[in-house]
């Protein structure tokens, strides 16, 4: 059924949105989550099935500027490394993503 | 209560300088917000800038910038630099912005001092201000009541007598329903007008930010200053996207019965109808119109925002700012710094926004919003061709007390009159519009006026009218 929600679909959601649930999240989620999703889909009984629409958001326009650095050089750097959780020298440093041999 | 008119003419006159109106809008925080909470930081240094202000009123005298020593607060989820931007977050707890936004350097160019930076729900996600990491905000009327939310901090900032204004932002009705439920004015732009450069995302098809404040030609003098074209936001739009209304002296202002009929407090539609007979007797014509798709556009928005909200809390995952959780590979710090950063409201939406989102929901839930949406502005620009405001109550009831409201959806509920506002993109403004009696307290409920698209002045003209020249 569209929209009914288990355990499992709420972990596999955490996984894609990247956090880690308690047990106890995974107990209450399932029926929070099951309600607001019965709730909006009520929506699909408002328009046809066949039309389509595209998402529309205010009015759009390009705009444009010359190519040129509007900075000076380190200018912003030392408050955003300031900010940075673990770095070193001017470099952020990130878990290593990619194992070799070991 | 106070205004920027009456701060300014005592400031010109030097009865009254920016250094007193800073001293006293700190004395006030002192006394009353370890109680109300209205603000997460407090910005003592102020007093600098207040100085440096009253001495340029002394050498200018009349000619200075039209803010210039009014003191304002700002939600927590707009940037100033070197200021501490946390969105009510603990994943932001330690966070300082490195710029100001847009609307920030207007204000700031424009001589406002901004005495410190207000609470909020978590990102601006809920509407009471309890979804706060740091703890709810009381409503100044009655301190057993929730302010609103998610600008509930803004609000009660103002209506503590702080601050003359307050910025706030509204996704889907986060300035008006606490402007309602505090008892001042709110405004919500029409969609485009202001810059959201520096403000933290939640809905980037819905957000705007505007002003909280005790008259509407406060909030119109605000609102003038934070407004205009940005090209660091692309969304913004000048005075000629849409074509300028004219200001009359009578207006045709539509009632959406059928919207009132279920749901809403009778105090509420009593304080309500009386609202529409004073419209009558100052001469105006009021009209009933149809806005069913209105009624049901609510679950479209619990569609979009959280689809929105999903995408626009990602960059929060614990590498580049904010709070970073050890963990033994990359996935690990990620998925820990959000679970302990991100409180349970916000958690909530970023998964249902994933699952509308979704391969093989997408067309069921954000393609069907999204149609509904456009339909909405079609209902919308047809009723605009027979009345120039579409009135409704702001919100369905008073403020409601604190912990009261613990079911998500019951919550949303209370967003039915100004969510399609944002859905649509057109502006709104609500004023306190009466009271209602609860437990012997007078409780302040609001009337909400909604215009066409670009119809942001002329509200302001019709609530300086109707609101600031009550008698």
Do not use: W
């Not at chain 1, 059924?1 to 709420?10: A, H, P, R, T, V």
């Not at chain 2, 710094?337 to 998964?351: M, P, Q």
Request: charged content about 25%; proline content about 5%.
């Amino acid at each position: 059924m569209l929209g009914f929600m288990k355990k499992e679909d709420i972990e596999h959601l955490a996984t894609l949105a990247r956090i880690r649930l308690t047990e106890k999240e995974k107990e209450i989620l399932p029926e929070e989550l099951t309600s607001i999703v019965s709730y909006v889909s009520t929506v699909s009984g408002i328009v046809a099935d066949d039309e389509k629409a595209t998402p529309e958001v205010g009015v759009r326009f390009n705009i444009f500027r010359k190519d040129e650095v509007t900075n000076a050089s380190d200018e912003f750097t030392e408050d955003i490394m300031a900010e940075m959780p673990s770095a070193e020298g001017r470099f952020l440093t990130v878990k290593k993503i990619l194992h070799t041999g070991d | 209560m106070k205004t920027i008119s009456d701060l300014r003419a005592k400031f010109i006159t030097g009865d009254y300088t920016p250094v007193d109106a800073v001293e006293e809008a700190l004395a006030v925080i002192k006394e009353k917000d370890g109680n109300i909470h209205a603000f997460l930081d407090v910005y003592e240094d102020a007093l600098g800038e207040a100085e440096k202000a009253t001495k340029e009123y002394k050498e200018k005298g009349k000619d200075i910038p039209p803010l210039l020593g009014v003191p304002i607060a700002l939600k927590n989820n707009i940037l100033v630099k070197g200021r501490k931007a946390t969105g009510a977050s603990k994943i932001l707890e330690n966070y300082k912005a490195v710029y100001d936004a847009t609307i920030v350097a207007k204000l700031k160019e424009a001589g406002a001092i901004i005495v410190g930076a207000t609470n909020m729900d978590e990102f601006a996600m809920g509407g009471s201000t309890e979804n706060s990491a740091f703890g709810p905000t009381k409503n100044p009327v009655d301190t057993e009541r929730v302010p609103g939310g998610s600008s509930g901090g803004s609000a009660a900032s103002v209506a503590m007598g702080a601050v003359p204004v307050a910025i706030g932002t509204d996704t889907g009705g986060s300035i008006r329903q606490p402007a309602s439920y505090c008892g001042i004015v709110g405004f919500k732009p029409t969609y485009g007008a202001v810059s959201r450069y520096g403000l933290m995302a939640m809905g980037s098809s819905l957000d705007q930010a505007g002003p909280l404040t005790n008259t509407v030609a406060d909030a119109e003098l605000v609102h003038d200053i934070m407004s205009g074209l940005d090209k660091m936001d692309g969304t913004t739009i000048d005075k000629d996207t849409y074509p300028e209304l004219p200001v009359k002296e009578k207006y045709t202002f539509g009632v959406p019965k059928h919207f009132l009929a279920d749901g809403i407090d009778p105090d509420v539609l009593q304080a309500f109808n009386d609202h529409i007979e004073l419209l009558k007797k100052a001469g105006h014509e009021i009209v009933d119109i149809e806005l069913p798709l209105f009624e049901q556009g609510l679950a479209s928005y619990y569609i979009v925002m959280p689809a929105e909200v999903s995408s626009n809390l990602a960059r929060y995952d614990g590498i580049r700012y904010g709070h970073s959780a050890e963990g033994d590979t990359l996935l690990d710090v990620y998925e820990k710094s959000r679970a302990e950063g991100f409180g349970a409201e916000v958690k909530r939406r970023i998964l249902l926004g994933t699952y509308v989102l979704s391969a093989g929901y997408y067309d069921a839930y954000y393609g069907k919003a999204e149609l509904v949406r456009k339909k909405m502005r079609e209902e919308l620009k047809e009723v605009f061709k027979k009345v120039d405001v579409i009135l409704t109550p702001t919100t369905p009831t008073p403020a409601f007390k604190l912990g009261e409201k613990s079911d998500p959806l019951a919550m949303y509920k209370q967003d039915i009159f100004t969510v399609p506002v944002n859905l649509t993109g057109v502006p709104a403004l609500s004023f306190p519009m009466g009271e209602v009696e609860r437990d012997k307290k007078s409780l302040p409920v609001g009337v909400q006026y909604i215009g066409p698209h670009g119809s942001d002045s002329k509200l302001f003209a019709i609530g300086k009218t109707i609101y600031d020249k009550r008698g």
